[in-house]
């Protein structure tokens, strides 16, 4: 059994920066992707980024490109999610997610963290 567990959420002003992190119990065959997707109050569930374990293929959703950089430590098994220039369409729980290939095109793979809160106040 995989398990993702988020951490680093928080509140944050506009502006400010925060780092979440994702820790995986273990790498299997079935996993090549570590992603972050999103979900606001009364929205669907959006992709955020994602990296891949080997290589380091990266994915960006547009309004994060330039603001959010993700990366990994792979001896910690460990994705991190920088998040600068934060705004308050930023506020979501955040969640950590684990897949096949399809995770960097943000399509989600089938291993979900329990998720983090992240609010931005203007």
């Known amino acids: 059994q995989v398990q993702l567990v988020e951490s680093g959420g928080g509140l944050v002003q506009s502006g400010g920066s925060l780092r979440l992190s994702c820790a995986v119990s273990?790498?299997?065959?079935?996993?090549?992707?570590v992603g972050w997707f999103r979900q606001a109050p009364g929205k669907e569930r959006e992709f955020v980024a994602a990296i891949s374990w080997s290589g380091g293929g990266t994915g960006y959703a547009d309004s994060v490109k330039g603001r959010f950089t993700i990366s990994r430590d792979n001896a910690k098994n460990t994705v991190y999610l920088q998040m600068n220039s934060l705004k308050p369409e930023d506020t979501a729980v955040y969640y950590c997610n684990a897949g096949p290939s399809q995770v960097l095109r943000g399509y989600p793979g089938n291993y979900w963290g329990q998720g983090t809160q992240v609010t931005v106040s203007s």
């Open positions: 273990r790498r299997t065959f079935s996993i090549y992707v």
